[in-house]
Each structure stands twice: as structure tokens, then as C-alpha cells.
């Protein structure tokens, strides 16, 4: 049976959806009609009557701003954008108002923001089958999201002659010019020095900190395999689930094929696995390791299961190099970077750039097992170093800092 207050309810929701569709065809009405302050009051009145109608405060947004108020604009856009936090359109649309009315800064932050949920926003204005309207916000959003982040790194690094090459340097997703990669096999999908040397594989018989690691390399893979039953539920998927990795790493995504064991992860330590390391540790501190303070930006054992293939993929950025300390290595596993392919041998250092194409593959019956930490290219003196972290440390500010409706 259908209480008394059910049944209101139900009642009262038909009206509304009555008094909306009516209201609708008003607005449709009088908008063919050329009658825009009528079609505009009665969006005003939707929005009064529904205001948790998002979609209703979108299409008042985008009338206002044609016919009406920028400042009514843009409550409306902003209303939408706090009713619709997830939809990236909507920070598209509010951040045009919001530039257009000269606030740049806030502008930037919610055209950032949608990027998050949905990169394409940006890109919109390269497709003819996009309206007009989404075509030009998005033009407008990838030009000032460009020139603001551009000009966060020439700020942050300074123009002093020691730091030149980190000047010219480019964010390789929001620089604000073309450029091509001067190695057609390399492509940093994040950050990239075009004035370093670039090699592939690295030659580190040279680097006496790499010599002293080797000798303990034994010491390492021990301590690991002692710890190894108590540790491994501590693994991660080294791509998350909800990656965007490309359909490439389907297999991977979200899987302990390719484990890691971290102990550091974006420069924070794990106290749950670092307990278990203290030899590992104290091997690494001659290193040259890359982080934006004082702790590594990444050290892990890396587990890949047998017959697994990490499929052909670039990395991040330049500026460092990534370095194998090989433990468990079965037969047939082995690392492609560039043309080269090796296989990986027990103990021996191998040091690559990664922002070059590569692939690894586990084609044993057994687990391979490696231990991966990053480096500061050796080409970098301290000051570029201390630069690179500048403009990294002020990107990260402005991201934490920035600010929805």
C-alpha cells in the first residue's frame, strides 16, 4: 500500500517534470523566435524551480553569457560545476567565463582540473565533429593552460648561465611551442632535456658507486629472499587498476604479474617493507639517486612472473635514468632498449634512459626478480639538479593549490 507521503511525493514529482518539460518548450519556443531576454527569464525560473538541476544551470550559464550577465554567467557555470564535479565539460565552460572576464588564474586551475578527469578537453578544438562552442573553449583552455605552465617553469628556474639547459627544457604535455625530439626512438612523456646526452643503455664500469654495489649484489638478493614470505603481500600491482596505460598493458593493469615491492614510492618510504632492508639500504647511499628532498623518488623490487611481457612503452622524463641490480634471473629474460636487446645477468648493473622506447620479457618457467632505482643523469651538474627540482617542486605547488567552485 502507498503511504499518504509516498503518494505526495510521487505526485509532486510528476508536476515538476510537467512544469520542466512546459517550461522547456517555452524556452525552445521563444529561442527560434529571437525572443532571447524571454528564453533567458525563463531558464531563470527552471534553475529557481529545479536548482539541482545541473544541466539547467549549464544551459543558463551559456545563455547568460551570450545574452545576459558575465557575472550571472558565471554563478551559473560555477552552480553546474558544484552540482557536476566529475563532468570535464563543465570546468571547460566555467573556466572560459571566468577568462573572459579577465581572472586567468582561476581560469587555468578549472581548465587543469577537467584535464584531470578527462585530457581530451584540451584537445576538442582539433575535431570537426565538435560544436562550435566546445571547439572554441578548448582552444582557448589548451592556449592559457600552456603559456601559464610554461611560464611557471621559466620562472621557477631562473635565468642564471648555470642553468641553462634546465631552462630550455620543456614539460612535453603543456609546452606552449612545437618541438620534435632530437632521437626518433626517444619521446619523455613528461619532461624532457633536450641539451643532455642520450644514449639508451648506459656504460656504468665507470661509476665506482655501481662497482661497490655489485660487490654486495649477493648480500642483497639474500636479504630479499629471506624476507620475501613475509613481504610479498605487500606487493602492489605496479599498474594500478584504473591506469590509463593503453590498451598495450591490458594484461598488466591492475595485476601481480608485475609486482613491486616498494621502498620508496614517489619519494615517500614504505616503514612497512624498509625494516626488512637495512643492507639494500646502506648499498644505496654512494648512489647518485634521483627525489625532489632528501628521500629517493623510487627504489623497488620488481617481480615480473613467468611469461609475462612489459610491451614497448616510454618513460617520464630525461633527467634520470633508471638502474637494474638483477637478483633472480632466470633464462630467456631480457630487456629491449632502443635496437639493443640484453639479457639481464645476476649482479650486474644495467643502466638505461627509459625515455627510449623499451620492453622487458619473462619468457622462463620461473619469477624474475630486480631490484629498480632511479638516478640523476650524470650529465647534470648539482646546479641543473637543483634547478630540475625547482620546476618540478612549483608544478607540484600549484597543482595541490588549485581550486574548484
Not at 38 to 44: E, F, P, S, T, V
Not at 136 to 164: I, P
Amino acid at each position: 500500500m502507498i503511504t499518504t507521503t509516498a503518494f505526495i511525493l510521487r505526485v509532486r514529482q510528476r508536476f515538476m517534470q510537467h512544469s520542466v518539460q512546459y517550461i522547456m518548450r517555452q524556452f525552445d519556443l521563444a529561442f527560434a523566435q529571437g525572443a532571447h531576454d524571454k528564453a533567458l527569464g525563463l531558464l531563470q525560473t527552471l534553475c529557481q524551480r529545479c536548482p539541482e538541476d545541473a544541466e539547467a544551470h549549464h544551459r543558463l550559464g551559456v545563455m547568460e553569457e551570450e545574452f545576459g550577465s558575465p557575472e550571472n554567467a558565471r554563478r551559473a557555470y560555477l552552480q553546474c560545476l558544484a552540482l557536476a564535479p566529475t563532468i570535464a565539460k563543465a570546468y571547460l565552460y566555467a573556466g572560459y567565463c571566468l577568462q573572459q572576464q579577465g581572472l586567468e588564474g582561476g581560469a587555468a586551475e578549472l581548465y587543469s582540473l577537467g584535464a584531470d578527469i578527462d585530457e581530451n578537453i584540451l584537445y576538442l578544438w582539433q575535431s570537426d565533429h565538435q560544436p562550435i562552442q566546445s571547439r572554441l573553449r578548448s582552444a582557448a583552455a589548451s592556449s592559457l593552460l600552456r603559456e601559464h605552465l610554461t611560464e611557471l617553469h621559466a620562472t621557477s628556474v631562473g635565468s642564471g648561465s648555470d642553468c641553462r639547459r634546465v631552462a630550455s627544457a620543456l614539460w612535453t604535455r603543456t609546452h606552449n611551442n612545437d618541438f620534435q625530439f632530437r632521437n626518433a626512438k626517444q619521446m619523455p612523456q613528461l619532461f624532457y632535456l633536450p641539451d643532455i646526452s642520450a644514449r639508451g643503455f648506459e656504460k656504468p664500469t665507470d661509476w665506482k658507486w655501481a662497482q661497490r654495489l655489485q660487490t654486495v649484489a649477493t648480500d642483497i638478493k639474500n636479504e630479499l629472499l629471506n624476507a620475501l614470505p613475509a613481504i610479498r603481500t605487500l606487493g602492489r600491482p605496479y599498474l594500478a587498476a584504473g591506469s590509463q596505460a593503453g590498451e598495450s598493458f591490458s594484461e598488466l593493469v591492475g595485476s601481480l604479474n608485475w609486482t613491486a615491492l616498494d621502498l620508496f614510492v614517489n619519494g615517500a618510504p614504505n616503514t612497512k617493507m624498509i625494516a626488512h632492508f637495512p643492507t639494500t639500504l646502506a648499498a644505496l647511499k654512494d648512489a647518485p639517486l634521483y627525489g625532489l628532498d632528501d628521500n629517493p623518488f623510487e627504489v623497488f623490487f620488481s617481480l615480473l612472473r613467468p611469461g609475462q611481457h612489459i610491451k614497448p612503452h616510454y618513460g617520464l622524463s630525461n633527467h634520470s635514468l633508471t638502474v637494474h641490480l638483477p637478483l633472480v634471473i632466470p633464462k630467456k629474460c631480457w630487456l629491449r632498449v632502443g635496437d639493443e636487446t640484453r639479457e639481464w645477468e645476476a649482479g650486474r648493473i644495467t643502466a638505461f634512459d627509459d625515455t627510449f622506447i623499451h620492453e622487458a620479457r619473462n619468457e622462463s618457467a620461473e619469477e624474475r626478480i630486480v631490484l629498480i632505482f632511479s638516478i640523476w643523469h650524470p650529465d647534470l651538474t648539482e646546479s641543473e639538479q637543483q634547478a630540475v627540482k625547482r620546476s618540478f617542486r612549483s608544478r607540484l605547488r600549484w597543482l595541490e593549490k588549485r581550486q574548484g567552485p
